[in-house]
């Protein structure tokens, strides 16, 4: 999401590194205006085409900026060696000018696309979240979300069932990547609160998924990608050993462990985006056998393209007459909306502002 990459630039961005080459306090003014309407602009992307370009645009610059701080990240130690260089006593020096950036340019135009980003959300009328924070040092991590577990809280997802039957059919058909070295994996996208979770854990407990699998393993992953301690959670979700801080002896123990076993693992609330940390983590996965799957949650699609997921299942928003039928069901316990007649048109305008984001409604029910 947005909000991450804001939050991995501005962190990065507070490094001695970047201070030369930036205008701070002007850019961090520009992000924290974007970033205080980030949240409504993701529930009304699929409302409003506008908005669903903007942030698309928003997201491209915010990368290109990230890409922009890599390549400072490898001029900075250059320009400070140079520095060190210069003989301090020299009088030559001294009519030289002792930073210049090459970088100028492309950070001009940076701030340009963003400040206008910024202004553009105006013409939108997108509104400002509860995310806002002083600008002298913007906090946007996103909200804490407890650990998931493997376990069903519910019984039934509502209005999922086609999403549930066709991902099992999926993983229990005989589909194959094009490269046989390409660990298979399935990606079930959506906004918060669409229900990936819990797709997952139905998916995971189907009888049918139970008898096809040998091994199966849960793991949660959010915003901290550690790949030593990814591994170690995977052995012992797995039930092997997972004694070592080594990341080799882990990986060989893992590989042992797959070997020959048709295995399902599911990774869930996936943020991380940098292809060569998943290369390394799932290497030992190529050597389970044929039909082994791995199921990834996330709520951007770039995290899926990355792990070059083989299938990926969209989840989208709920029509207005499954959101109602879902609120009515927890708002009224089973009751008819009859039994309550003076609270339909509130419980409608309820339903109108969840967006048709499933948790949303429940936890307003």
């Known amino acids: 999401m947005a909000e991450m990459v804001v939050e991995a630039f501005l962190d990065r961005l507070a490094s001695s590194n970047f201070i030369d080459y930036f ?26 085409p506008d908005v669903k370009i903007w942030l698309a645009d928003v997201k491209h610059a915010l990368y290109e900026a990230d890409q922009l ?12 060696l140079r520095a060190e260089s210069q003989p301090s006593t020299s009088n030559i020096f001294n009519f030289i000018p002792t930073f210049t950036n090459p970088f100028e340019f492309r ?11 910024a202004e553009y959300k105006d013409m939108l009328e997108l509104k400002k979240g509860t ?22 809280h519910e019984s039934h997802i509502y209005c999922r069932d086609d999403y549930k039957k ?16 390409q660990v298979s994996v399935t990606s079930i996208v959506g906004l918060g609160g669409m229900g990936k979770t819990t797709l997952a854990q139905l998916v995971y407990n189907d ?36 004694i070592s801080d080594d990341l080799d002896l882990l990986q060989r123990e893992l590989q042992k462990t797959l070997t020959g076993k048709k295995y399902l693992l599911v ?14 983590l799932l290497l030992p996965f190529n050597h389970g056998s044929s039909g082994s799957k791995i199921i990834v949650t996330t709520r951007d699609k770039e995290v899926a393209y990355v792990l070059k997921s083989t299938k990926l299942f969209d989840l989208q928003q709920l029509e207005k007459n499954d959101c ?20 339909e048109s509130i419980g409608r305008k309820i339903v109108d502002k969840c967006g048709g984001l499933p948790l949303a409604i429940k936890s307003m029910g």
Request: hydrophobic residues 35%.
């Open 23 to 48: 205008r701070r306090v002007k850019l961090e003014s520009i992000l924290n205006s974007i970033n205080q309407v980030l949240d409504d602009a993701e529930k009304k992307q699929y409302e409003n």
């Open 69 to 80: 701080l890599d390549e400072i990240a490898t001029d900075a130690p250059m320009k400070k």
């Open 107 to 117: 950070i001009k135009e940076l701030i340009k696309s963003l400040d206008s980003l």
């Open 131 to 152: 995310c806002a924070r002083n600008v002298a040092r913007v906090s946007l991590k996103p909200s804490e979300r407890s650990q998931t577990t493997s376990l069903v």
């Open 166 to 181: 066709n991902i099992i059919n999926y993983l229990l058909g005989d589909n194959y990547n094009d490269n046989d070295n």
């Open 207 to 242: 009888p049918k998924i139970q008898e096809r699998f040998e091994l199966k393993a849960w793991v949660y992953v959010s915003q901290h990608f550690d790949v030593i301690g990814l591994t170690k959670s995977i052995l012992s979700n797995f039930h092997a050993p997972a």
């Open 267 to 280: 990774v869930d609330d996936v943020w991380h985006k940098k292809e060569e940390g998943w290369e390394q």
């Open 324 to 343: 109602w039928t879902l609120f009515v069901t927890h708002a009224f316990h089973g009751k008819s909306v009859c039994d309550y007649p003076n609270l």
